[in-house]
């Protein structure tokens, strides 16, 4: 498993243009949503700049996770990439732990760019275990999102993969608890 | 519509995420729906990687 982790980890790696992207919709969010609240005004009980950084950072993280591995599973299959995979000894489980890890990696930048924004313009001032658990918690809670890419890419063909991608994350994205029903996207 | 809402693993996600850093209620409900659904989904992945075979 940790050899399929390390290569789909390096190819994901060896794209930065991709990584650059998935960081463009929370870091507008975060600006759009942030942009000129109180210090005062709280939203559920913590000021609104964190607010914003949870819900910017958990709808980036729904993107990153589902375009990690949908598109780019069902471009593989059509490839012939995924059929030669199964001639290897890699099991199915080991598949799933291998793609769902490195479509997980993914993550990791849009927390760190939102987080840094965060604390650059928003003030936001949390401690280190609350950093460590949020970071946890949108990286294992991403998980099932990361598995919902990977249906739409064993369920399409490489044609309608990406349309199929973009349906999944407005719908994961629209149910999203907002301050205001009015915009589905508005964090 | 609240059906849609409740299976939804985004919106258990972005509750947890907000509790972590502070906001007001309890996380338990979040985080049981969200290991259940992420265990459906797993296997679901599973069943369909075996019938694209």
């Known amino acids: ?33 942030a942009r000129g609240v109180d210090e005062d005004d709280q939203i559920g009980g913590i000021p609104s700049s964190v607010w914003y950084l949870a819900s ?4 980036g993280a729904i993107g990153a996770a589902i375009s990690g591995s949908g598109a780019r599973l069902a471009a593989e299959r059509a490839s012939g ?11 199915e ?15 990791l930048p849009v927390i760190l760019v939102v987080g840094l924004l965060a604390v650059t313009v928003g003030d936001v001032r949390l401690d280190a275990a609350q950093w460590m658990t949020f ?35 407005v719908l994961l994205a629209w149910v999203v ?6 915009s589905p996207l508005r964090p | 519509l609240r059906t849609i809402v409740q299976v939804a ?7 947890l995420a907000r509790q972590a850093l502070g906001a007001d209620g309890d996380p338990t409900n979040a985080l049981i729906a969200l290991v259940v659904i992420t265990i459906v989904i797993a296997a679901a992945t599973l069943v369909i990687y075996r019938r694209t075979a």
């Open chain 1, 1 to 33: 498993v940790l050899g399929y982790v390390r290569f789909e980890t390096v190819r994901t790696l060896r794209n930065p243009g991709f990584l650059f992207l998935v960081t463009v919709v929370p870091v507008a969010l975060y600006l759009i949503g």
């Open chain 1, 56 to 59: 910017a950072t958990t709808i």
């Open chain 1, 81 to 91: 990439w995924a059929r030669q995979l199964r001639v290897t000894p890699l099991t």
């Open chain 1, 93 to 107: 489980r080991s598949w799933l732990v291998g793609r769902t890890l490195a479509s997980l990696l993914v993550v």
């Open chain 1, 135 to 169: 970071t946890v918690i949108v990286v294992l809670g991403s998980i099932p999102i990361a598995l919902i890419g990977l249906i739409v890419g064993l369920a399409f063909r490489a044609e309608s993969a990406q349309a199929a991608q973009a349906v999944a994350f």
């Open chain 1, 177 to 182: 608890p907002s301050r205001s029903r009015s």
């Open chain 2, 9 to 15: 693993p985004s919106y258990h996600l972005t509750v």
